[in-house]
């Protein structure tokens, strides 16, 4: 293509560039659409990263998807999507997850007491986290901080 715009050769020059450039574009997407679902969802996986670091960022304040969904300009169903695809989980366990693991490591590093981490991990009462705690972990925060307590 280029060659041929050098060309001191100006018959039918524009259109020989127009159609070159056609069949380039007609290659590219013959490509696309060869690729693998994974490699096709690169936007996927940038919505995911701006849903982490949103998360990250708000989880004591919003365990909602739907309010994650509205921030990042997404539906609630397509950011579900989005989750399964690259996590295998839906966007609210990956959320409780997060949650948990927070927990999990707060629990085992802060000399807090699980009353002081409640509301540090946004929960409104202790009894709330700790059914939370339990439900997903089949222990209490107590039981699960005294393995690191020695």
Known sequence: MYWEYLLANNFAKEEMLRLMLK????KAERIKRT??????????LSK???????LEENFTKNRSADTYAKIIGI???HLNTVCKSITG????????QFIILEAKRLLAISDSSV???TYELGFDEPTNFVKFFKKYTNQSPSQFKKKFIK
């Open 23 to 26: 069949l380039l574009l007609l």
């Open 35 to 44: 690729l693998t679902p994974k490699e096709k969802n690169a936007e996927w």
């Open 48 to 54: 995911f990263n701006e849903f982490k670091k949103c």
């Open 75 to 77: 539906s609630y169903k």
């Open 89 to 96: 989980h839906t966007a609210k366990t990956y959320i409780d």
């Open 115 to 117: 009353k002081e981490l």
